[in-house]
């Protein structure tokens, strides 16, 4: 079984700074870890996964996540925030199989003009 | 082309009544869910099924009522709805590990 943790229930970042929203993970066996992010009165959209292979996992709109097994995180990142990032962000990882995923509590990702 | 279509987008309905939300999806994925979130933005997995078939049920009342017609529908009826019924309800699908696609949501408010 696997789960995921978001620590932070908010972010704030200036625009054009780096960022980064953190997502930790206990799994069993080999981790399969995603980011989805939740723009206002949307559903949500897929970022990113890893499942195997390199650590750095570059996904949609510039974002990338570091997976880091001896520190059991998948942390989301980007170069240069810009004012559109800002929305709910979503770690998550399957529970015993691909058809149930749980979600992280969500970070709120807001950028500052 | 919508990939997860729910319907309807918006649901106002009194505490007592039944309803019902229609999910479809045209990506030929063999999983499709439902997950509700609440007013503090958390995402709960309440149904899953897999070519039609029933895989997950986590503890959901029994007022919810899952239907999946073929594989590319999955409908959700509530009986006797109540007050804390009242969330965002959303249907997604899914093929193997390659993530999920979610629907736009349907905002239901119980009064």
């Known amino acids: 079984a696997q789960s995921v943790a978001q620590p932070e229930d908010q972010v704030n970042v200036a625009e054009g700074n780096p960022l980064t929203v953190k997502c930790t993970y206990s799994v069993s066996g080999n981790p399969y870890l995603f980011w989805y992010v939740q723009y206002p009165n949307r559903g949500l959209q897929f970022l990113l996964k890893y499942i195997t292979g390199d650590n750095l996992v570059k996904g949609s709109y510039g974002f990338e996540a570091e997976f880091n097994k001896s520190q059991t995180s998948f942390h989301l990142k980007k170069p240069s925030a810009l004012v559109s990032d800002s929305a709910l962000y979503f770690c998550?990882?399957?529970?015993?199989?691909?058809?149930?995923?749980?979600f992280g509590t969500g970070t709120k990702l807001q950028v500052i003009p | 082309d919508t990939a997860v279509s729910q319907t309807p987008k918006y649901l106002v309905t009194q505490m007592g009544n039944d309803k019902s939300i229609k999910c479809e999806q045209n990506l030929g994925h063999d999983t499709m869910y439902w997950y509700k979130q609440d007013s503090k933005k958390f995402l709960k997995i309440m149904f899953s099924y897999n070519n039609k078939e029933l895989i997950i049920n986590e503890t959901v009342p029994n007022r919810f009522s899952p239907k999946s017609p073929d594989k590319a529908h999955l409908n959700l009826h509530i009986n006797s709805l109540e007050l804390g019924d009242s969330a965002v309800y959303f249907c997604?699908?899914?093929?193997?590990?390659?993530?999920?696609?979610f629907g736009s949501g349907t905002r239901l408010t119980v009064v």
């Open positions: 998550a990882a399957p529970e015993g199989g691909y058809q149930k995923v749980t």
């Open positions: 997604a699908s899914s093929l193997q590990f390659y993530g999920y696609t």
